[in-house]
Structures are given as structure tokens and as C-alpha cells.
């Protein structure tokens, strides 16, 4: 078991975020990626077709040894997983918006399901972005085509900065620099960390960490090959170049 695959499912290319944050802490684990892009974005699908596709593509996914899978999506953490993972037969780590902001004004951007589950308080404001999450998921072989601007205008975000923004779908990590170019905040937080931090306590609790001599990721699904063609442009530089981490 401890050389089993840890796993990454989501909507689309959103799950490279948390897959960059589990290498980091976990390189001698093989990684397995699942990316069901052609039913992305799951931002704008309702709970039962998330609970469907959710049931669907973990029972794919399980075929395989694996043994703890990250659903590396916002919006399925926020909705449909903690009503999955107790008939799931390995853990689930979600990934979700680290909220406990006790200074300064937080901005929070995610999908509005997300969004749905979190209230405003006296420093955080929250806004959803409907379309977003699937305008980077299309211009993902070019990610410089897409203009978050336009996206703000669009959900009447207004004009300020902030000392602390919140990305709370995964798939806003490729455009973070334009988050923070538009906000100039102090600091950005987003979950994957987090979620990362979380499976590697389990699998070193468990006695199943991996011992492989070098970091491996395979890829499986319908849309396996563009995931892979994703990965290779774009997200294994990430992982391999500590330069580009923090700002990509």
C-alpha cells in the first residue's frame, strides 16, 4: 500500500494547483491525475450532477491502487464530498478556502457554490465569479488570453486593494499574478497547501508513505493526454523550478 498512487480528481487543469503543493511535500509518492475536462466547469453544475460525476469518476479512479485521492476542486469539497466520503473505501482530502483571517480586509473570489457556502463577515467580502474558472479551462494552451478584469467588471468587484485576497477555486492559481497585479494585496491564500499538509500527516500516521526514488505522476481518463500535454507545457516546470513557484 505504501506504493500505491495518490490520486488528484477534478473538473479540469484546477487540480495541478493541489498536485504542485503535494509534490512539494511528498516527492517520493506516485501521483495519479484524473481531469474530467469535458464536463468542466463544475462551478456552474448542480449538486446532483456533481454527486453523479463525483461517484462516476472515483469509481474509475479506484480500479487503480490507489491509496488516498484529493479532489482537488473547490466547489466538489464545498458541496458533495462530505457526502461521498463515507462510502468511499480510501480517504478524500478536499481542498477549501482558508478563511480565518483576523486582520485587515480579506477579499474572497470563488464559484458561486463555493461562495454559497461561506458568509461575509466585518473584514471579509465575497465575491463569485461564474465564468471564470471555465474561461481559464478554455484558453488553457495560452493562459495570457485571459482577462480577469474583465471577469471583475462582470461580477461588480470593485475598484480597491486588499491586504489579503482569497482564491477559492482551484483552477485561479494560473492567474494569480493578475490577482495580485489588480489587488496589490499583502498576501494570497488558497487551500491546496493545506489539503497537502493534511495527507501527508495521514500517510505518515498510517505508515504508508511512499519510497520511490523520484516524483511520478501518471495521468488516466477520457481526457488524459491534454492533461498530460498541460502538464508538460506548464505544471512540471512549477514543480521542478523553485523560481517560478511563487510567481508564475
Do not use: W
Amino acid at each position: 500500500m505504501g506504493n500505491g498512487y495518490v490520486a488528484v480528481l477534478d473538473s479540469g487543469i484546477g487540480g495541478f494547483s493541489c498536485l504542485i503543493e503535494a509534490a512539494r511535500l511528498l516527492p517520493c509518492e506516485r501521483f495519479l491525475y484524473f481531469g474530467d475536462n469535458k464536463n468542466a466547469p463544475y462551478g456552474s453544475r448542480k449538486k446532483g450532477e456533481l454527486y453523479y460525476l463525483t461517484r462516476k469518476n472515483l469509481s474509475f479512479i479506484l480500479r487503480y491502487n490507489v491509496k488516498a485521492v484529493i479532489i482537488g476542486c473547490n466547489t466538489l469539497s464545498m458541496t458533495v464530498l462530505p457526502l461521498i466520503a463515507p462510502a468511499v473505501q480510501v480517504p478524500l482530502f478536499g481542498v477549501y478556502p482558508p478563511l480565518n483571517v483576523k486582520r485587515g480586509k480579506a477579499l474572497l473570489f470563488a464559484t458561486p457554490p463555493t461562495c454559497a457556502k461561506i458568509k461575509e463577515s466585518g473584514n471579509l467580502k465575497i465575491f463569485p465569479l461564474e465564468k471564470l474558472a471555465a474561461d481559464i479551462e478554455g484558453h488553457k494552451g495560452c493562459l495570457e488570453s485571459v482577462d480577469l478584469s474583465a471577469h471583475l467588471a462582470a461580477a461588480k468587484v470593485p475598484m480597491e486593494k486588499a491586504d489579503t485576497l482569497i482564491l477559492g477555486c482551484t483552477h485561479y492559481f494560473f492567474v494569480k499574478n493578475q490577482f495580485i497585479d489588480h489587488f496589490c494585496p499583502r498576501k494570497v491564500l488558497s487551500g491546496e497547501k493545506n489539503s497537502a499538509l493534511r495527507l501527508k500527516k495521514y500517510l505518515a500516521d498510517s505508515g504508508i508513505m511512499g519510497n520511490n526514488k523520484e516524483f511520478t505522476v501518471d495521468f488516466i481518463g477520457e481526457n488524459a493526454e491534454e492533461n498530460y500535454i498541460f502538464y508538460n507545457s506548464v505544471v512540471k516546470n512549477i514543480i521542478f523550478n523553485a523560481k517560478n513557484y511563487k510567481k508564475i
